[in-house]
């Protein structure tokens, strides 16, 4: 395999479909999904794997999967979540417990297995998909603001770790995507929280694209540790 071998979680899903769609000309994909329909049919650089990212032992069945599909795993982009939305006194520990499985475990349980591989290789990139809810909250967000934030401290640790080893390590921020969650918040909230964001818009996909793929490049090598907030100027 001429080509780096990136595996994205969640591959089904709005925003993960759209950077499948973008890496796909310049990358081996590895596209993940629970359930859903994955969009980019299978080819020689392309397969489609499944896994239920609550459970430790199916991270690792998919890490080992995609190596031994592909020889090798370069980049993974913890991509897959959810939000299970209610107010914090109301919010049962059923939806507490999934969303920090899917959202903080499972990119720690993948990045686990992935490194060795990595380090094999002294060349490695780990990206993960945080929130701008993670930095402001959000009302009903408890159990997602707060698995969010925990995967902004897992990215710096593992930056650390693993600055020595030719693997960065470095999260997105994002802001409001015009794909993916928001197609679940009423358009009355959606007004509402366009209406905060400066540039007056949801964000366009191609922005965190553009931004994922030269992570995955050479060309930010000196580039760990780092959240990079894509959010329209919402926070600073």
Not at 1 to 18: F, N, P, Q, Y
Not at 62 to 84: P, Q, T, Y
Not at 223 to 233: D, E, K
Request: glycine share 8%; proline share 2%; hydrophobic share 40%.
């Amino acid at each position: 395999m001429d080509r780096k071998v990136v595996l994205i979680t969640g591959a089904s899903g709005g925003m993960g479909r759209e950077i499948a769609k973008g890496m796909k000309d310049q990358f081996a994909l590895a596209l993940h999904a629970f359930s859903g329909n994955i969009h980019e049919q299978q080819s020689e650089t392309i397969a489609h794997f499944t896994a239920d990212l609550r459970n430790e032992e199916e991270c690792k069945r998919l890490i080992d999967e995609v190596v031994k599909h592909f020889g090798r795993i370069d980049i993974l982009i913890n991509n897959a979540g959810i939000s299970k939305s209610a107010m914090s006194w109301k919010m049962s520990s059923e939806d507490w417990s999934e969303t920090l499985s899917i959202n903080l475990n499972a990119p720690f349980y993948l990045s686990k297995y992935a490194i060795p591989h990595m380090r094999q290789h002294e060349w490695g990139r780990i990206i993960n998909i945080s929130s701008v809810v993670a930095q402001s909250g959000f009302i009903g967000t408890s159990a997602y603001a707060a698995s969010k934030a925990g995967l902004l401290g897992l990215t710096k640790t593992l930056a650390k770790e693993l600055a020595s080893s030719g693997i960065t390590v470095n999260a997105l921020a994002l802001g409001y995507f015009n794909v993916g969650m928001i197609a679940d918040v009423p358009e009355d909230i959606q007004a509402e929280i366009i209406a905060e964001i400066p540039m007056k818009r949801l964000g366009d996909p191609q922005t965190v694209v553009g931004t994922v793929s030269w992570l995955s490049t050479e060309a930010s090598d000196y580039i760990t540790g780092q959240t990079i907030n894509l959010n329209g100027g919402l926070l600073s």
